[in-house]
C-alpha cells in the first residue's frame, strides 16, 4: 500500500512539474508513514513540507495543489492536510478487504520480495571448535537462522555458511593431547569442555609439551597425514555436538553447510600474492599488512590489516579475504550477511575494504556486517556459571525446557505426559530463542529466565498462546477456513485497525530480510496479536449476529492465525495447536 501510495505522489508530481508549480529535475525520497492514531487516517505524508521551498509555495498551499493533481485510486477512500502540511491518506475499506482477500487465498499471504531475486550468503553460528558452544554463540545461530527463513521466504536463494573456527594454533594444544594418551583421550572427548582444560593444563604445566603442540600445529598445517586424521577425528566429535545443539534449537543448519577456515588454508599464499600484485602490501616488522589511510588507532598511528606474521603465519583476516574471494567467484553471491559479535566491526569493516580494493570481491557485491550486542546475565553482567564459568548452550537449553514444562504442567496438571514435554519443549527452546531476537540486534541484553516465560508482554509464551486462541475457534466450529464462505467485509474498529496490521506483513519482512532485524518481525507479531485480542473480545465470531457477518470474522480470525503461525515460524518458533 505504501508503494501505491508513493506512486500516487509520484504521479502528482510530474504532473505539477509539467504545469510548472514544481521546478524541473526535483527528485526527492518521497516518505510515506504509517499512521498512528486511526482518525488521521493510515498513511501520512510529509512530502508538501519537503518541496514547499523550491515550489516557493506555504506547504499547506503546495499539499492543495497536490490532492488536485493526485490520480484518481479506488484503493484511497479520502486525502486530508493536517497540521503544517501533512498529506493524510484514508485507505478504502474495501480495497483493503479485497487484498486481504488475495493473502488469504495465497500460500505466501501476498508476501513478495519488493527487489529483485539474490543469491545471499549468510555467515551464522560459525563457534571455535576447540570449545563446545556456550552461549556467545547463541545470538549469531539464531539471528542468522531467522533472517536467512525470511530472505528465503522473500524468494531469495540463501547460501549458509558455517565459518567453523577449526584451523587455530589451539589445535597444536589438542592433538599432542590426542597423540599423548589416544585411549583416554577418546573417552574424555565426550566431554569437549572437559578435554579442553585437561590439554590446556597439560600445556600450562609442561614446557615440554607445549614444544610438542606448536611443532604439532606445523606438521598440521604442512598436511601431515597422521596430524590430519586425528584434528579430523577431533572435529568430527566437535561438529556433532554443534549439530546436536543446532538439532535442538531447530536451527535451519546442517553439515553440508559448515565451510570452516581450514578450507581456505590453500588460498592463503594466493590471497597475499594478490595482494602483493596490487601493490598493496607493505611490510612492518616482518609482517606483511595492508594500511588504509583512514584507519589509525587511538594515538593516530596508522593502523594495519596484517594478512601474514613474521614468521609466516597467517591471520583470521587472510582467512575472511579468501572466504569473501570464494563467496563472490564461486557461491556468486550478490550479497553476504555476517552475524558476528559486534566486537569484531572493526575488523570486518577493514576486511571488507581491503577485499573491495584488491577486487576479491565483485563491484556490486554488498558485504554486511550485522553485529550484535553481548548476552548478559539477568543481572546485566557477562553470563557465567555460579562457579564463574562459561555457561554451556546445551545446558542452557535444559533448564529452559524444565522450566517451561513445570510451568505448563502447573496451568494444565490434566495434560497427559508426552504432550506436557512437546508443548515445554516448543515453549521453552521457542522462549530462549524469542528473548534474544525480540530484542534490537546491535544492543546488549540480559538473559532473563522468568521474563522469557512470562504469559504477558512481548514473549513467547504470550504469542504461542495467542496463536492457539485462534486454532480454538476452528476447533469449536469442527471445521477449516476453506469450508467457509463469505467474504472480508470490514466494519467495526476493531476489525480495520486488525485488517490494516495484516495488511503490513510484506512490508515488515521486506525489511527485516534489508536490515537483518527480526526484532521488528516480533514487534509486529506482539502487535497484531493485541489487535487481534480486541478484536476477539468486542467483535463476537461465532456468536456473530448472522452468517455473512460470522463469516467475514472468520476469514479475519483465519488469516491473523496464519500471518502468525507463518511470523512464528519464520523466526524459528514452533506453534501449538493447544498449550
Ligand atoms: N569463529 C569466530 C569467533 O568465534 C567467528 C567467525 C565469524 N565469521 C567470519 N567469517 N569471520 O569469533
Known sequence: MKDSIRHLIQQALTRLTDEGVLPAGLTPAIQVENTRDKTHGDFASNIAMMLAKPAGLKPRELAEKLIAALPVDASVSKVEIA???????????????????????????????????????????????????????????????AVGRVLEFLG?????????????????????????????????????????????????????????????????????AECLRLWQRFNDVSLSHCQAVYDRLGVKLSPADVRGESAYNADLPTIVAELQAKGLLSE????????????????????????????????????????????????????????????????????????????????????EHMGFGTMNGAD?????????????????????????????????????????????????????????????????????????????????????????????????????????GGKIDLQAEQELALAAKLAQFAEV???????????????????LAGLFSSFYENCPILGAEDVAVQQSRLRLAALTGRTLQQGLELLGLTTLERM
Not at 107 to 130: E, H, M, Y
Open 83 to 145: 497540521g503544517p502540511g501533512f498529506l493524510n491518506f484514508f485507505q478504502n475499506s474495501d480495497a483493503l478487504a479485497q487484498r486481504l482477500e488475495a493473502a488469504l487465498a495465497d500460500a505466501q499471504l501476498g508476501v513478495r520480495k519488493s527487489g529483485t531475486a539474490q543469491r545471499v550468503v549468510v555467515d551464522l553460528s560459525s563457534p571455535n571448535l576447540a570449545k563446545e558452544m556456550h552461549v556467545g554463540h547463541l545470538r549469531s545461530t539464531i539471528i542468522g537462522d
Open 156 to 224: 531469495d536463494t540463501v547460501i549458509r555458511q558455517n565459518h567453523v573456527g577449526d584451523w587455530g594454533t589451539q589445535f597444536g594444544m589438542l592433538l599432542a593431547y590426542l597423540e599423548e594418551n589416544p585411549a583416554a583421550a577418546e573417552s574424555e572427548l565426550a566431554d569437549l569442555e572437559q578435554f579442553y582444560r585437561a590439554a590446556k593444563k597439560r600445556f600450562d604445566d609442561s614446557a615440554e609439551f607445549a614444544d610438542r603442540a606448536r611443532a604439532l600445529v606445523v606438521k598440521l598445517q604442512a598436511g601431515d
Open 284 to 367: 612492518s616488522e616482518g609482517a606483511q599488512c595492508v594500511f588504509m589511510d583512514e584507519y589509525k588507532n587511538a594515538e593516530g598511528n596508522p593502523l594495519p590489516v596484517i594478512v601474514q606474521k613474521a614468521g609466516g603465519g597467517y591471520l583470521y583476516a587472510t582467512t575472511d579475504l579468501a572466504a569473501m574471494r570464494y563467496r563472490s567467484q564461486v557461491l556468486k553471491a550478490d550479497r553476504a550477511l555476517y552475524f558476528v559479535d559486534q566486537r569484531q566491526a572493526l575488523h570486518f569493516q577493514m576486511a571488507f575494504e581491503v577485499a573491495r580494493r584488491a577486487g576479491f570481491v565483485h563491484a556490486g557485491m554488498d558485504l
Open 380 to 484: 546485566g553482567r557477562p553470563f557465567k556459571t555460579r562457579d564463574g564459568g562459561t555457561v554451556k548452550l546445551i545446558d542452557l537449553l535444559d533448564e529452559a525446557e524444565q522450566r517451561a514444562y513445570a510451568l505448563v504442567k502447573g496451568k494444565n496438571p490434566e495434560l497427559d505426559e508426552s504432550e506436557l514435554r512437546s508443548i515445554a519443549r516448543a515453549v521453552g527452546i521457542g522462549a530462549v530463542k524469542y528473548a534474544d531476537l525480540s530484542k534490537h540486534r546491535t544492543s546488549d541484553y540480559s538473559f532473563n529466565f522468568e521474563q522469557m516465560l512470562s504469559f504477558e508482554g512481548n514473549t513467547a509464551p504470550y504469542l504461542l498462546y495467542a496463536y492457539t486462541r485462534v486454532a480454538s475457534v476452528f476447533r469449536k466450529l469442527g471445521k477449516g477456513i476453506e469450508a467457509i
Open 509 to 527: 519482512l521486506n525489511n527485516v530480510g534489508d536490515k537483518g532485524v527480526p526484532h521488528l518481525l516480533c514487534s509486529y507479531l506482539y502487535e
